[in-house]
């Protein structure tokens, strides 16, 4: 591809230009990002965004200089080299550093490339919102989110000959259906722009803003909850974020401790890395340093197993290396959306939360907000709307008791992790509603 071959070339051109370090690595990213924003039922910008980004990291024996920038111009270039060479020159020495990876065989990408994405136009971004608009309009609501069409090629290579570059797409809607006091949230992903239906997504958001008019209170406390996928990957980030070899065996603070090999979660749950699951976009190398990533478990039926290891932490530790895990599966099971609500007596379903943050990573303990519509379940039914909740788990106790929907859906990429999730619906008992808000 053009982009992958364009990346290719600009991070030879850094390394030729960083001759004189022993050993260096450069990135490139190139992404495309293109949005159509609305609010109250019109769209009310279209936007385009086209960004490289070149990181540099520049050694001198042990020690080693990181820089970014934006401009692949020669004295760009040249202004990057001297920088990371400056910072080389003054930062201590890291001894636990021991190499770059070399050159190693990686295994065939997944198509994760689609023209109806990367060619999407702003016409084709409103066409999707159209159902959307109408969907709004017979239940007497206004709406507001984006709908996007991403494209994003990564390249790395270093001075020990490793030269590997991966493009892939990816699009998305997010919708929140507005009454007066009350509110619906659905979201959906694909690889493939032309695959994503906005008719049943609207339709989604538009049940739940309609479930009751006036969100009404209930007694914080423990409950069943049903989390939309959304709202789970958000929780499952406590459990994500603990998976690392530099969590496990640098930090020592993670809940993975004194816990692999040890049935510790449902028999339901099993958690695995795979770039090549189709509904991923996802490269065969790891993004930091292009060696190879594999997949495995890291929790089988419940049993956590393994955590993942970049070439650093391998070297450091003379463990295996797996690379860093970026692409997230949680296998799915057996009962469809509906009847996991079905299934609840009395408990709330969530569609989405905010603020989260890991309050303790030994017990996989987080704490976060419900936003846009939590509702009742009583006796497998949707009864009303609730105003919001502050909720507080430890993810290792909560997923002893978890069961999961039929489907899988492709999650909005988690930035600040740098992962992307394939996840069902989770119903999971005995969840802490530790406060409930003043507001829906």
């Known amino acids: 591809m053009h982009e992958q071959d364009r990346a290719l070339s600009l991070a030879e051109s850094v390394l030729v230009a960083a001759k004189s370090a022993d050993q260096a690595q450069v990135s490139v990213s190139i992404t495309d990002a293109s949005y159509a924003r609305f609010a109250r039922s019109y769209v009310t910008q279209n936007l385009e965004s086209q960004q490289t980004n070149i990181s540099l990291t520049y050694y001198i024996g042990k020690k080693a200089g990181t820089v970014n920038s934006a401009d692949a111009s020669p004295d760009g270039i040249a202004r990057l080299v001297a920088k990371a060479k400056e910072i080389a020159q003054r930062v201590p020495p890291d001894n636990d550093f021991v190499s770059l990876p070399k050159p190693q065989d990686l295994s065939a990408a997944v198509p994760s490339f689609f023209a109806s994405t990367s060619d999407a136009t702003p016409d084709d971004r409103v066409e999707k919102l159209l159902p959307v608009f109408a969907r709004m309009k017979r239940s007497n609501l206004s709406c507001s989110g984006f709908t996007t069409t991403q494209t994003q090629t990564l390249a790395i290579a270093n001075s020990l000959g490793v030269r590997v570059a991966y493009t892939g797409t990816n699009g998305g809607i997010q919708i929140k259906a507005i009454a007066p006091q009350t509110s619906g949230y659905a979201e959906g992903y694909a690889l493939d722009y032309a695959t994503i239906d906005t008719e049943p997504i609207a339709e989604r958001a538009a049940a739940k803003a309609t479930v009751s008019s006036t969100p009404a209170d209930f007694a914080p406390g423990r409950y069943t909850v049903v989390m939309e996928p959304s709202a789970f990957q958000a929780a499952v980030k406590a459990l994500l974020e603990g998976i690392d070899a530099s969590n496990v065996l640098d930090d020592k603070d993670s809940w993975m401790i004194g816990r692999i090999g040890k049935p510790t979660m449902s028999p339901n749950f099993t958690l695995r890395s795979d770039w090549s699951?189709?509904?991923?976009?996802?490269?065969?190398?790891?993004?930091?340093?292009?060696?190879?990533?594999?997949?495995?478990?890291?929790?089988?039926?419940?049993?956590?197993?393994?955590?993942?290891?970049?070439?650093?932490?391998?070297?450091?530790?003379?463990?295996?290396?797996?690379?860093?895990?970026?692409?997230?599966?949680?296998?799915?099971?057996?009962?469809?959306?509906?009847?996991?609500?079905?299934?609840?007596?009395?408990?709330?379903?969530i569609s989405r939360t905010w603020y989260e943050r890991v309050v303790d990573p030994r017990q996989a303990a987080i704490t976060g907000l419900t936003r846009d519509g939590v509702y009742a379940i009583e006796n497998g039914k949707l009864t009303k709307a609730l105003k919001n909740f502050r909720y507080f788990v430890s993810m290792v106790e909560v997923m002893k008791d978890v069961e999961f929907s039929n489907?899988?859906?492709?999650?909005?990429?988690?930035?600040?992790?740098?992962?992307?999730?394939?996840?069902?619906?989770?119903?999971?008992?005995?969840?802490?509603?530790?406060?409930?808000?003043?507001?829906?």
């Open 277 to 349: 699951n189709p509904q991923l976009a996802n490269p065969p190398f790891d993004p930091s340093d292009g060696s190879p990533v594999k997949k495995f478990t890291f929790i089988d039926k419940g049993v956590p197993l393994a955590y993942s290891t970049s070439t650093y932490m391998s070297n450091k530790f003379h463990v295996p290396a797996t690379g860093v895990a970026n692409s997230m599966v949680i296998d799915p099971g057996t009962k469809s959306y509906d009847d996991l609500i079905g299934s609840v007596e009395r408990g709330v379903l």
């Open 407 to 440: 489907r899988a859906a492709l999650c909005e990429p988690e930035t600040d992790l740098g992962y992307q999730c394939v996840l069902p619906d989770a119903k999971i008992a005995n969840f802490n509603l530790a406060a409930q808000t003043s507001f829906a």
